[in-house]
């Protein structure tokens, strides 16, 4: 599991690292780093941390149980925000989260036929994972909101300084030599796995260009969402018998949709009516005295 997170790593680098250079050739100068290289240590360690707690946690859970407590995520990366970041979350939001999960949770629940598995070594990396992953989200947040850093900056120092994490890591669980050795001989494998974080890249991208623009909030809604939509569109690319838990799934998805719609909806409205109140400058206080002197006059009088 760290070897995959270290492939993921030594590719995000280098794109990232192509990025930042292509913005300051165009303007002109390379930029200064706007967040402190203390939140970006932190950053990546949440990331390299929660990324290999989640592929551990495989080991000993299976997908189902895994998606349930990853779909959950949503709901601690609110509640840090609110009780960290200070950020306002309406009581609607919180009821969509909600509806969000249990849409993730049933159609996993709906794919393995309630085979579920309760492994406590498995749970304690699972929910390890969660934690750290809303706090790196949080944490991305205030990276790329509060300091207004790139989203090419903070992939670059978060996957950056993620690396010789990763690397401690593998020296102290000896898989160094052996994940080496078995990429050498395995190019295909390889092939994959850069395919693999080629995609995954891009995701990122998105990911956090949705977190500067909406909050972590959001973009955690909207990888909760493609939760449910992965198992949807599997009806498709494989046919599988159809379970109640999917329809449950299925309705508390599109509930929570419209939640979401809802709620954008009256941030448009709000943010439309506060761009069309002009600003009203302060009139003069009633007693104070206005002069209706013209300008050259008021001066001739004043010389004279």
Request: net charge positive; with cysteine; hydrophobic share 50%.
């Amino acid at each position: 599991p760290w070897a995959v997170a270290l492939v993921e790593l030594l590719c995000f680098v280098p794109a990232a690292a192509f990025q930042e250079r292509l913005q300051a050739s165009q303007g002109g100068k390379r930029p200064e780093r706007k967040a402190s290289l203390l939140l970006y240590i932190s950053t990546a360690l949440c990331l390299a941390l929660s990324q290999s707690f989640g592929k551990v946690s495989l080991r000993y859970l299976n997908y189902a149980t895994c998606t349930i407590i990853k779909s959950a995520k949503l709901v601690p990366t609110l509640l840090l925000s609110v009780l960290w970041l200070r950020r306002s979350v309406r009581l609607a939001e919180w009821v969509a989260a909600c509806l969000l999960v249990a849409s993730a949770a049933l159609m996993a629940l709906g794919a393995s036929a309630v085979d579920l598995s309760f492994n406590q070594l498995g749970l304690v990396y699972a929910i390890a994972n969660l934690a750290l992953a809303a706090l790196q989200g949080n944490l991305q947040e205030r990276i790329l909101k509060d300091h207004n850093a790139s989203i090419s900056e903070a992939m670059l120092y978060t996957n950056g300084l993620g690396i010789p994490i990763v690397l401690v890591a593998m020296v102290i669980n000896q898989e160094l030599v052996p994940a080496f050795w078995y990429f050498f001989a395995s190019p295909h494998a390889v092939a994959l796995l850069f395919a693999r974080s080629i995609t995954f890249y891009a995701g990122a991208v998105a990911y956090n260009k949705l977190t500067k623009e909406s909050g972590t909030g959001a973009a955690t809604a909207v990888g909760t969402a493609r939760k449910s939509l992965t198992v949807l569109l599997s009806f498709w690319l494989f046919p599988k018998p159809f379970h109640r838990n999917y329809v449950f799934g299925i309705v508390s998805f599109l509930a929570a949709d419209a939640l979401y719609l809802h709620l954008n909806a009256r941030r448009a409205a709000e943010r439309r009516e506060a761009a069309a109140t002009p600003e009203q400058s302060p009139e003069p206080h009633k007693y104070e005295h206005v002069s209706t002197i013209p300008q050259e006059e008021e001066r001739v009088i004043t010389n004279g």
